[in-house]
């Protein structure tokens, strides 16, 4: 089993900035990739950043590129989300995720084996 915390949401202003931070715990060994996901009040769940195990590969959804950068410090098992210029539009509750499993499509959900209790990010207009 593998025991995912966020932490660092909160209520930020438009155009501001908030660092999320996910740790893990429990048989992180092996695990391939680490991502964030988002949910709004009445939407789907929003694919957001991955990041693979070395780090030396990121991807982002379409609607946080150039705003967000996910990292990761192995050292710590944590992974970040940088998140600046925010908009009323990234509300949302925050979710860290690992899969086990190898493959290309990051951005799909149901690939990941273990999931954060999830953060709350509210941007105020």
């Known amino acids: 089993q593998v025991q995912l915390v966020e932490s660092g949401g909160g209520l930020v202003q438009a155009g501001g900035s908030l660092r999320l931070s996910c740790t893990a715990s429990g048989r992180t060994l092996g695990t391939i990739a680490r991502a964030w996901f988002r949910r709004a009040p009445g939407k789907d769940r929003e694919f957001v950043a991955a990041i693979t195990r070395t780090g030396d590969s990121t991807y982002y959804g379409d609607s946080v590129k150039g705003r967000f950068t996910i990292s990761r410090d192995n050292a710590k098992n944590t992974v970040y989300l940088q998140m600046n210029s925010l908009k009323p539009e990234d509300t949302a509750v925050y979710s860290c995720?690992?899969?086990?499993?190898?493959?290309?499509?990051?951005?799909?959900?149901?690939?990941?084996?273990?999931w954060g209790q999830g953060t709350q990010v509210t941007v105020a207009s």
């Open positions: 995720a690992a899969t086990f499993t190898y493959g290309t499509r990051y951005e799909n959900a149901a690939r990941y084996d273990f």
